[in-house]
Antibody, heavy 130, light 108 residues
């Protein structure tokens, strides 16, 4: 069964650090694009970061320079290192598998890609408060 | 950065009715990059539609997506009790992924 399980959330003081983990089963993290998405209490979804299968990483402006996404291929696990935490980082953090699915258009004879998040974990809660 | 604006913010309908949810982008988005998700309270989001109009595995055919360019629509043809939830559109871009602010579909 394809599954993602996040751990590592908790209560942390402003300015502190926390590392979230996302253990995958049923597929290989390193062969996929993987992302973190968060949701502040009562708010909508906010994309945080992505790591591509080739290792490239990208971040939302709100976390750039403070958060680092990484993976451990031997443990089939995705991580999010969060430093200099702020109250506005309080949220449920979800990890998700990003599908990059190619397809050919028989009319234009061009090749395109779909991008979407098809598997999500249940989330882990991070609360930044003194 | 592309901004996705969803409307309405809240939609009040009864089971059996048709729901039409809108997602408007601040600039043109490739249809391949547009997805829709459903989220119920206390649960993770669930993929409904990818590529603007392709249903994800296991999604009932009462859910359909359409649109191109800057205007996209999620339609639920006949609402079932389990469809009342929050719906998000999402796009992939060169600088990352962005979500709309969500539409809450509530029972009238």
């Amino acid at each position: 069964e394809v599954q993602l399980v996040e751990t590592g959330g908790g209560l942390i003081q402003p300015g502190g650090s926390l590392r979230l983990s996302c253990a995958a089963s049923g597929f290989t993290v390193s062969s996929n694009y993987m992302s973190w998405v968060r949701q502040a209490p009562g708010k909508g979804l906010e994309w945080v970061s992505v790591i591509y299968s080739g290792g490239s990483t990208y971040y939302a402006d709100s976390v750039k320079g403070r958060f680092t996404i990484s993976r451990d291929n031997s443990k089939n696990t995705l991580y999010l290192q969060m430093n200099s935490l702020r109250a506005e980082d309080t949220a449920v953090y979800y990890c998700a598998r990003v599908v990059r699915q190619g397809y050919g258009d028989r009319f234009t004879l061009s090749y395109y890609y779909y991008y979407y998040m098809d598997v999500w974990g249940k989330g882990t809660t991070v609360t930044v408060s003194s | 950065e592309i901004v996705l604006t969803q409307s309405p913010g809240t939609l009040s309908l009864s089971p059996g009715e048709r729901a039409t949810l809108s997602c408007r982008a601040s600039q043109s988005v490739s249809s391949s990059y547009l997805a829709w998700y459903q989220q119920k309270p206390g649960q993770a989001p669930r993929l409904l539609i990818y590529g603007a109009s392709s249903r994800a595995t296991g999604i009932p055919d009462r859910f359909s997506g359409s649109g191109s360019g800057t205007d996209f629509t999620l339609t639920i043809s006949r609402l079932e009790p389990e469809d009342f939830a929050v719906y998000y559109c999402q796009q992939y871009g060169s600088s990352g992924y962005t979500f709309g602010q969500g539409t809450k579909l509530e029972i009238k």
